[in-house]
């Protein structure tokens, strides 16, 4: 039997789907509708193996707080009643046969690329299942993004096409260019088109920083602030190393 894990953002999926209902407090009504969306998910990926993956309930932001106290600090806080759900749409998501992995100590994030990856490096078919767009450096022959609510696989074309650089340059673009929401800024007066431009002729930043010929417009933005860009870079990078705690058989999906 080949397999095929479908990991899910879960926060990811409830938040938009809960931000699009009329009334906040129907919580009910967020079970309900996540609970289609997943039927759909389910019917239109066929997985062998399924996980939702949830962020702490505390929002703990782990290492990269650490390393950076002004990551996600003006984030907006999970409205209450939603906050007060999850416990019922686990529940929920647990009858379509979906288990549920809390996050603990770190990012939901880091959770998902390690398991994707690790799995992905035995030739197993994954599929996150996502809008966030910071998945896009795990791409791989057996990784795979599904934005669902757009329709759209978030693959080496779109990354092309979003960001104009390569796959394995992410990291370093979201160091000159920052990544809003998060508080990391990047270099200020570096874009989009600026770390493009770099990163056409560099493959990471320290080869751009060490280049004498880099274009004096950009010397001069990024002159003091390299260390920075590194930071942000490091803090814009997935962990694929977490210990798990679980194998693969724990996650098999059957149909209830």
């Given at each position: 039997m080949?397999i095929h894990?479908?990991?899910?953002?879960?926060l990811n999926?409830?938040?938009r789907?809960?931000?699009a209902q009329p009334d906040e407090t129907d919580?009910?009504?967020?079970?309900e509708?996540t609970s289609?969306t997943?039927?759909?998910?389910?019917s239109?990926?066929e997985?062998?193996?399924?996980?939702?993956?949830?962020?702490?309930?505390q929002?703990?932001r782990?290492?990269r707080?650490e390393r950076?106290?002004?990551?996600k600090?003006?984030?907006?806080p999970?409205?209450?009643?939603?906050?007060l759900?999850?416990d019922a749409?686990?529940q929920?998501?647990?009858?379509?046969g979906?288990d549920?992995?809390l996050?603990d100590g770190?990012?939901?994030?880091?959770l998902v690329?390690?398991?994707?990856?690790?799995?992905a490096?035995q030739?197993?078919?994954v599929?996150?299942?996502?809008?966030?767009?910071?998945?896009?450096?795990?791409?791989?022959?057996?990784l795979?993004?599904?934005d669902y609510?757009q329709?759209?696989?978030?693959?080496?074309?779109?990354?092309?096409?979003?960001?104009?650089?390569?796959?394995?340059?992410?990291?370093?673009y979201w160091?000159l260019?920052?990544i809003n929401?998060?508080?990391l800024?990047g270099?200020t007066?570096i874009?989009?088109k600026?770390a493009r431009e770099i990163?056409?002729?560099h493959?990471?930043l320290?080869?751009a920083?060490?280049?004498?010929?880099?274009?004096?417009k950009y010397k001069?933005?990024i002159?003091?602030?390299?260390q920075h860009?590194?930071?942000c870079?490091?803090?814009a990078?997935?962990?694929?190393?977490?210990?798990?705690?679980f194998?693969l058989?724990d996650l098999?999906w059957?149909?209830p």
């Amino acid at each position: 039997m080949s397999i095929h894990l479908v990991i899910i953002d879960a926060l990811n999926l409830i938040r938009r789907v809960h931000s699009a209902q009329p009334d906040e407090t129907d919580i009910q009504r967020t079970i309900e509708t996540t609970s289609r969306t997943l039927k759909r998910i389910l019917s239109e990926t066929e997985p062998s193996h399924i996980i939702a993956v949830f962020d702490h309930h505390q929002q703990v932001r782990g290492w990269r707080e650490e390393r950076f106290p002004e990551y996600k600090q003006n984030r907006k806080p999970m409205p209450e009643p939603l906050a007060l759900g999850l416990d019922a749409i686990q529940q929920a998501w647990w009858q379509l046969g979906i288990d549920s992995l809390l996050s603990d100590g770190d990012e939901a994030d880091d959770l998902v690329a390690t398991l994707a990856v690790k799995l992905a490096k035995q030739q197993h078919q994954v599929t996150i299942i996502s809008t966030d767009k910071g998945y896009c450096q795990l791409l791989s022959p057996s990784l795979r993004i599904r934005d669902y609510f757009q329709h759209r696989w978030l693959d080496q074309a779109f990354v092309e096409k979003e960001f104009a650089v390569k796959v394995e340059q992410l990291s370093d673009y979201w160091g000159l260019t920052g990544i809003n929401g998060t508080g990391l800024s990047g270099i200020t007066g570096i874009g989009p088109k600026a770390a493009r431009e770099i990163l056409a002729n560099h493959d990471t930043l320290e080869q751009a920083f060490a280049d004498e010929e880099l274009p004096d417009k950009y010397k001069k933005k990024i002159a003091g602030n390299e260390q920075h860009a590194l930071l942000c870079r490091e803090l814009a990078s997935l962990k694929t190393d977490l210990e798990l705690g679980f194998n693969l058989q724990d996650l098999r999906w059957t149909k209830p």
